[in-house]
């Protein structure tokens, strides 16, 4: 059941890791859409260029969304124009736009079957702090030029204030339009390699990127599309993005409005409807990472019954994404002083439209030099970091390291199995998990990325950190970066910290 409708309903095409090193021209770092629309882009322009991806090409936050393409992204708009004013707004609303019309686009020149359509999306609250709110937000969307109207009413059995309807936005399914344009960058000469995670980075006129199996590849320009960076750079991304996890349950019903739906106060509800399946998606119950460990699946089908009394859950699954503080995505040049290393991270859970926003902007930067959305996007931007977001976070991330010192463990190994526990045995801390066949996992629980100490995620059976978000199986296996080694075990040498800040 925690196989996300997107992968199961979708055939993709399996890639060999690298086995040998190599050179190239352009390195992509990143099978999500935001890597792989880059690598279509890049070889549509003639240009060499190799993708890695840790794991499989689409399986990562790409194959675990609610699949809306929409400039819709919940209450953003007022707060990107307090921070930097009416043109950076219109800009993030074109940007987002101008990639909702290259699935459609795309996707109808090559005929890739991805269930595209346009529909209306609607962001509805029923607080009497957001309905103000909401009025203020319709008053800078009809500033901006969108397609929209200010309703009172939504077609759902859910009480609302008021509601804004932005038009002609749209869903997709994300995976199938991602192996789509993988075939046809692979037709256009690109070079791709999965379960291939990069260990090491080192910047330069040319790059070396050294790799799990010890390979390494020299590329004259880097692309990082890794959702987290797998190398900082100088940009102090650990501490400018916080890590979240969210839910998604897919219910069975016979019909549904035709539209997607979101609301603007916590706790957040998405809504999107399958018409081919007659699945109904309901996504929320987001929290940040290795925080908040509860039954989020059982708040979500509680929800279901509640509104649409049904209990048929067919489908649950969980993803996760970066929010940076000033809700605009960072992609383009990794730092002024590394012009042939750029970056794609922070999508806010809105990555269908910002990834591929993402892509078009670094194209033009490597193709053309330029690109209108450069200072939309750009990492110098400074209100991210004097933000009351950025102190609250960071000051979250001390009180995790240090806090998660100061935790003993028990000194009883645990009876229960399906559990993690923090254990105390022989005076070191480590994380305990005994399985159904009885067998038990003592794994070394200070995160690889800056050590952090883990915590248990009971939802999916992991270790998760609290500060940055990376996250392991309980063998120790990396399920999500930013760390690039695994856990080691009881007996082995204390983990290996390695943030590649600089």
Partial sequence: MNTPYWISSSEGVNFEPLKEDISTDHLIIGGGLAGVTCLYLLTKAGLNVTLIDANRVGYGTTGRNTGKATAQHGYVYSKIEKNYGIDI???????????????????????????????????????????????QEFELYQQIGLDCSFEKQIPLPVDVLCALKMNNQAQF??????????????????????NTRVIDFHPGKECVIETKSKNKITAKKVIIASHYPCYDGRGF???????????????????????????????????????????????????????????????????????????????????????????????GYINSDNKNIFIATGFRKWGLTNSIASAILIRDLIVEGTSPYEELFTNMRVKDIVSFNFLKENADMVFQLVSGKLTLGETELPEEKGIGVIVNVGGKRCGFYRDEEDNIYLVDTTCPHMGCELKWNSQEKSWDCPCHGSRFDYKGNVLEGPAEYSLNSYNEPKNKINPQIM
């Avoid at 399914?173 to 037709?187: M, N, S, T, W, Y």
Wanted: with cysteine; hydrophobic share 35%.
């Fill in 89 to 135: 707004a219109k800009k993030y609303y074109k940007a987002n736009a101008e990639a909702i019309n290259f699935i459609d686009d795309t996707s109808r020149q090559y005929n890739i079957d991805c269930q595209f359509k346009r529909l209306p999306a609607y962001l509805f609250t029923n607080s009497p702090e957001y309905e103000s709110k909401l009025e």
């Fill in 173 to 194: 399914h994300p995976k199938r339009f991602l192996d789509g344009l993988v075939e046809q960058a692979i037709k256009q000469g690109a070079q791709i390699y999965e």
């Fill in 237 to 331: 991304y650990f501490s400018r993005l916080k890590p979240e996890r969210s839910y998604i349950i897919g219910i069975e019903m016979d019909s549904f409005p035709d539209a997607h739906f979101i609301n603007a106060e916590d706790p957040t509800i998405s809504l999107r409807f399958i018409p081919e399946e007659k699945i109904l998606l309901i996504s929320g119950e987001n929290h940040k990472v290795g925080h908040k460990d509860a039954n989020h699946y059982q708040n979500l089908k509680n929800y279901a019954k509640a509104t649409f009394n049904t209990e048929a859950v067919k489908y649950e699954w969980s993803a996760q994404d970066y929010i940076p503080h000033d809700y605009i995505p960072y992609a």
